[in-house]
């Protein structure tokens, strides 16, 4: 198994910055791929930025630019480097990892921490 801790998120201005991490824990070796995905109460969640295993990178279009997903592998832990936030970045963000368990795929996810942008 793996789970998965959030931490970073605040309240911040209007082109501020704000860096989410995510330790994971467990199972590190299983996990083929890391993300991170919002969602904005009432909506659904969606993709923000994943890297995988090997080092592929993929940005959803209303963030490339501004995002940056990385991670520390010695400290088994992804970043999201959030820049130049704007009001419609507020959510709930989490952060997930793609387990393979014997070829069959499961989803982890963390608990959730809010981002709150203003105008």
């Known amino acids: 198994q793996v789970q998965l801790v959030e931490s970073g998120g605040g309240a911040v201005q209007a082109g501020g910055s704000l860096r989410l991490s995510c330790v994971a824990s467990?199972?590190?070796?299983?996990?083929?791929?890391m993300a991170w995905y919002r969602q904005p109460p009432g909506k659904q969640r969606d993709l923000v930025a994943s890297?995988?295993?090997?080092?592929?990178?993929n940005y959803d279009d209303s963030v490339k630019g501004r995002f940056t997903i990385s991670r520390d592998s010695a400290k088994n832990t992804v970043y999201l480097q959030m820049d130049t936030l704007k009001p419609e970045d507020t959510s709930t963000y989490y952060c997930?990892?793609?387990?393979?368990?014997?070829?069959?795929?499961?989803?982890?996810w963390g608990q959730g921490t809010q981002v709150t942008v203003s105008s």
């Open positions: 467990g199972d590190i070796a299983s996990i083929n791929t």
């Open positions: 997930n990892a793609v387990v393979d368990v014997a070829g069959t795929y499961y989803y982890t």
């Open positions: 890297i995988t295993r090997g080092g592929s990178l």
